[in-house]
């Protein structure tokens, strides 16, 4: 016998069903876990009184017949019609086998979901803007998402399915975001002439750029890109055109930073040897002060040294010419030298002031100025008579004849002696070069 729907045991059977619905569903809210951005409560049927807890950072909608009706914010409701106006012409319907209130609630997470990892998914390719070669990179990163308009995205993104996760949000934007991802880079690149070996260095700039531009995009599905990062750019190091160009830049700058190094070097090199210099000089200036005798005097005794190991001194006439040569080097440098030639030989020739050669030492024909032997009586060039000279006797210069020592010649009156028109210092009698300042005399004296 067919039971009627009206009858006690069915009605009794539903009243129970009734009581266990409204205690399953006395409180609503959301207990999905926290990396998710949609979460779709599973209890479907719902009561007139029952209670919805809505946390902060979240909003709750009501779907009814597929329809998005009422949105809650953060709070505690009692799901009444007065605080659902669009659903509460549904309350007092009651039909066989059904809940007087039947509806479906998600649960939108409005917290910034953090750490989103993204990647493309093939290379980028381009023209090197620098070097103007064609290259193909990859780019990586992070992005934090937020739902910003609950009701966009349960109708563009989440449908019928119940719950969006963060994995499964990037997945859905996987595709646009890979095409309008690499279009941006590939144009940021090419505008801003951006190196490939210095693109590390962009990498704000970029994240910048990116964020800006993608924006727009995501906020067509009710999410809001709050961050965008672009943490690595995935060179091709196995390319042998990068490879050339890559050694091509950094030589350039090895090759100025090892000019740079060797020239300061050099010039570390160049200011230790001037001031081993000066501490020598120094050192050597002051063993002079101890010791009691100048430069210009050292240098007299080394030449000194010199002219006494050469055994071509021994003539006059090689002494002379010497002399006449290194006194002659004009300017200041001659009269030092001179000066200092004309002590050091006095010296060194004739230690006791004698003015006649001593015996032994060669003469000189006074006419030619030629080297006459020991003795000798005429000269050997010349044929003039050469006189032999007492103490205290000279020949004179203009007449040739013997003369005492003094200022005039007792024969002819010329003066013996005669003073260098440069320095003005006295000049020997037959004398070529000023013994003082080296200069020429003409004509001799």
């Not at 609503?28 to 779709?40: A, L």
């Not at 399915?161 to 934007?173: D, I, K, P, S, Y």
């Not at 006419?367 to 006459?372: F, I, R, V």
């Amino acid at each position: 016998m067919q039971t009627n729907i009206f009858s006690p045991l069915k009605f009794s059977s539903y009243v129970v069903r009734w009581k266990a619905d409204m205690d399953l569903a006395k409180i609503i809210k959301y207990e999905g876990p926290n990396d998710i951005f949609v979460w779709k409560h599973p209890v479907e049927d719902f009561n007139t009184g029952t209670q919805l807890i809505v946390h902060e950072s979240q909003e709750a909608i009501f779907f009814m017949n597929g329809q998005a009706l009422d949105l809650f914010p953060s709070g505690r409701y009692t799901l009444e019609s007065q605080n659902m106006p669009l659903i509460g012409k549904f309350f007092n319907r009651v039909t066989d086998d059904q809940s007087p209130f039947h509806c479906e609630v998600y649960f939108i997470n409005k917290t910034e979901q953090m750490a989103i990892k993204w990647g493309t998914d093939s290379k980028v390719e381009y023209i090197e803007p620098t070097y103007n070669f064609p290259i193909q990179i990859g780019a990586s990163g992070e992005m934090n998402l937020r739902a910003e308009d609950s009701r966009k995205l349960l109708v563009k993104v989440v449908g019928t399915e119940n719950e969006l996760t963060q994995q499964g949000l990037a997945v859905r934007f996987r595709a646009f975001l890979m095409t309008r991802l690499k279009t941006y880079l590939a144009n940021l690149i090419r505008e801003q002439s951006i190196n490939i070996f210095q693109i590390d260095q962009h990498l704000t700039e970029i994240s910048d750029y990116m964020h800006a531009k993608l924006r727009p995009d995501f906020s067509d599905y009710g999410v809001a890109l709050e961050r965008f990062f672009v943490t690595v750019i995935v060179k091709p190091d196995e390319d042998r055109s990068y490879q050339k160009f890559k050694d091509l830049y950094f030589r350039q700058y090895a090759d100025v930073a090892d000019a740079k190094i060797r020239q300061q070097v050099g010039l570390i090199e160049q200011q230790t040897q001037a001031q081993r210099l000066i501490i020598e000089a120094q050192g050597i200036a002051q063993k002079r002060s101890l010791e009691g005798f100048t430069y210009q005097e050292e240098r007299g005794f080394d030449v000194a040294n010199r002219v006494a190991s050469n055994e071509a001194v021994g003539q006059m006439t090689n002494l002379g010419v010497g002399l006449g040569v290194m006194a002659g080097v004009g300017g200041t440098v001659g009269g030092v030298v001179g000066g200092m030639m004309q002590n050091t030989m006095g010296n060194v020739l004739n230690p006791k002031g004698i003015t006649d050669p001593p015996q032994g030492l060669p003469a000189i024909c006074p006419k030619c100025g030629k080297s006459l032997p020991l003795n000798a009586k005429f000269c050997l060039e010349c044929g003039e008579k050469i006189e032999t000279l007492g103490d205290g006797e000279i020949l004179c210069p203009k007449c040739g004849m013997k003369t005492p020592k003094g200022r005039f010649c007792i024969d002819c009156g010329n003066p013996l002696h005669s003073n260098c028109p440069a320095c003005g210092k006295e000049v020997p009698p037959g004398g070529k070069f000023c013994l003082e300042c080296g200069q020429k005399l003409t004509g001799g004296n």
